[in-house]
């Protein structure tokens, strides 16, 4: 079986993607907690409207993972490999929960 030592150019897309909109979600929510009343309800709803598009998009990253059985890490050590797979679950069920 020959597995790649890199991902491939959607699932690394997929990566930095949710990376900005994390980021963006994060620099949202610390605005809109200090913006005048006004501001803050703009930023609020701008900040669930993206908060909607990372669940789907959560949701297209789970998909991807599954339709394209996604390489596993390369390590040697059997404990990494399954602490690697683990951390990567843990992760896209904390996007999930944080946007519900």
């Known amino acids: 079986m020959n597995i790649p030592d890199r991902y491939n150019g959607i699932a690394t897309l997929n990566h930095w993607i949710?990376?900005?909109l994390v980021t963006a979600m994060w620099v949202l929510?610390?605005?809109a907690s200090e913006a005048?009343?006004?501001a803050e309800d703009y930023i609020i709803g701008i900040h669930i409207a993206l908060g909607f598009f990372v669940l789907w998009f959560v949701l297209w990253?789970?998909?991807y993972r599954v339709a394209t059985r996604a390489s596993r890490a390369q390590v040697p050590n059997t404990l990494q490999r399954t602490?690697?797979?683990w951390m990567h679950r843990l992760l896209?069920?904390?996007l999930?929960?944080?946007v519900l």
């Open 83 to 85: 602490a690697a797979r």
């Open 61 to 63: 990253r789970i998909g």
């Open 96 to 98: 999930l929960t944080l």
């Open 18 to 20: 949710t990376a900005l």
């Open 29 to 31: 929510g610390r605005a």
């Open 92 to 94: 896209l069920l904390l």
């Open 36 to 38: 005048p009343d006004a």
